[in-house]
């Protein structure tokens, strides 16, 4: 059994720094003591959803910048099941039933099998890996995710020869998701073959050291760090190995404006806005956007000899 | 009731709840962990619903047989240019810091950016002419031809949201069917009236005649 005590101090009961470096703000007057109490007691009550996961190993595959807070990541979020709105998955998904959970792999491949939760998670070492994430519309986080390399699924049940791409189903039960609006549902993604193989493609189990909350695609997601957000699919129900490239859901609603790779790229511009640059949540001016989000050393080989103007 | 001077009071601290309720917010750190992004949805928001009561007040007094509705018509209309104006600046200052390139590149990359702009300009003329002194310089039909840009506002402001979302366009959509509904009464009551059956022709006063109660 993996998940036991709760052991360690966890990310949500560490005074958030904005609230430790505005200490003397802090004790300015009763409003903004009585604002910071509010402050220091809010984060921790929504953290309450993860338990810490064990033996979380640091990551080589990992940015050195400014975090951001777990209150960012768990409070602004597209998921459009639980809303259209970035505040509504936090308030629509706290009782989505995430347990018990199992992912379907299947298709070609020579060992099909159903994962449950608890073999995911056991599956590989965890490794925290922190990675920048950069939504189509122009903004950005960087989130100390929790997980390993997609592979080591991928190999566990042995791709045939004919298998080329990865397709990605999310759960989607209308009863559960009400709100759910503005795409066909169920969430459907996809990946090449040696994409979904790279070491960097995550198969993503937890973040802040501790397991995923709802809003964020628990029980398990993916992240695809150098394409647009929408590629990390969440909640993942099956995972598929298929010859030919498979159905995505915002190429679907929408093929001028969402291709099939969604690289980052800040020379192709989204056809209604400019990708050269986005907003870091938590900083005032926005930044240049970086080619394949800053990934490409890692991740440029992949599309050698491809337009990516054509295949955005 | 509607003619008692408090009713304009109260439509004035209703006009400014908004705002208030935006800087509360803002004390409490509450305005999501992007807030120049809420801001500029908060305020367009607000703008956008001001523009519909702005151009419901003429239908509403006929519908409901309420005509003292206009002694708040020109507040209301104030209020869309106040919102709009809290928006438009969102946007040059706190989105593109005043960074005049990257707006025009702007411009003639994202056309929602233009339509809103232009929903925005049109509103200047009529925010500047909206006092008695102008009306009475410009003479009632001048004044009220040139007002009807607000229509223009209208359906601007609508393309501009629609065009901004990424796939959920329910909300305008429904911004695009009051709009919708409120000129198509206008074209109903046009048409009628040009129709040669037209029993009764209405002196044009009495849609702006309220505002004769102002100073």
């Known amino acids: 059994m993996l998940i036991r005590k709760p052991a360690d101090i966890r990310y949500s009961e560490i005074t958030p720094k904005r609230i430790y470096m505005n200490r003397r703000n802090f004790l300015a007057g009763v409003p903004a003591a009585f604002l910071g109490a509010r402050e220091l007691l809010s984060p921790s009550a929504q953290a309450l959803a993860g338990t810490k996961l064990p033996n979380v190993q640091k990551s080589k595959y990992t940015v050195d910048e400014k975090q951001n807070s777990y209150k960012d990541v768990s409070t602004y979020n597209n998921y459009y099941e639980f809303g259209t709105d970035k505040s509504q998955p936090s308030e629509n998904a706290q009782n989505f039933k995430t347990a018990p959970w199992a992912v379907s792999v299947e298709g070609l491949c020579n060992k099909p099998r159903k994962f449950t939760m608890e073999e995911i998670l056991s599956l590989a070492p965890l490794e925290e890996r922190v990675y920048r994430h950069r939504c189509v519309e122009a903004w950005s986080i960087v989130v100390p995710w929790v997980g390993y390399s997609l592979s080591a699924l991928l190999n566990k049940v042995e791709p045939t020869s004919k298998a080329k791409y990865v397709a990605f189903e999310t759960f989607f039960d209308r009863r559960q998701m009400p709100h759910a609006a503005g795409l066909e549902f169920p969430y459907v993604e996809g990946l090449r073959l040696d994409e979904a193989m790279h070491p960097l493609t995550l198969l993503c189990t937890g973040m802040f050291g501790e397991t995923l909350p709802p809003q964020d695609g628990a029980p398990v997601r993916m992240i695809l760090p150098w394409k647009y957000g929408f590629k990390s699919v969440k909640s993942i129900v099956k995972i598929r190995l298929v010859g030919s490239q498979p159905p995505t859901s915002w190429n679907l609603t929408n093929p001028p404006e969402y291709g099939f790779y969604s690289n980052v790229n800040p020379r192709v511009d989204h056809p209604r806005w400019s990708q050269g640059s986005e907003r870091r949540l938590g900083e005032f001016r926005k930044r240049a956007t970086l080619m394949f989000n800053g990934y490409g050393d890692q991740v440029a080989s992949l599309y050698n000899g491809m337009d990516l103007k054509k295949n955005y | ?215």
């Open chain 2, 1 to 215: 009731m509607l003619k008692k001077r408090w009713t304009k009071v109260l439509v004035f601290a209703a006009g400014l709840a908004p705002i208030f309720w935006l800087c509360w917010r803002a004390w409490n750190q509450n305005l999501s962990a992007n807030p120049i992004e809420f801001i500029t949805r908060y305020t367009g928001d607000w703008t956008i619903r001001f523009i519909v009561l702005t151009l419901a007040v003429t239908p509403l007094r006929k519908v409901l047989g309420l005509p003292d509705l206009i002694r708040f018509r020109r507040m209301i209309g104030l209020y869309a240019f106040f919102y709009g104006t809290l928006h438009f600046i969102t946007y040059i200052w706190l989105d593109k810091f005043f960074d005049l390139g990257d707006m025009l590149r702007d411009v003639a990359k994202r056309p929602f950016i233009t339509a809103g702009f232009t929903a925005f300009l049109l509103m200047l003329p009529l925010a500047v002419t909206s006092t008695a002194g102008w009306i009475r310089r410009m003479g009632g039909k001048r004044w009220q031809l040139l007002h009807r840009l607000i229509y223009v506002t209208g359906i601007a402001g609508v393309v501009h949201y629609y065009w901004l979302v990424k796939s959920d366009i329910r909300l305008p959509a429904m911004y695009g069917a009051l709009v919708g509904v409120l000129l198509f009464y206008r074209a109903a009551v046009w048409a009628r009236k040009r129709s040669p059956g037209a029993a009764v022709k209405r002196p044009v006063a009495i849609s702006f005649g309220g505002l004769r109660d102002n100073p």
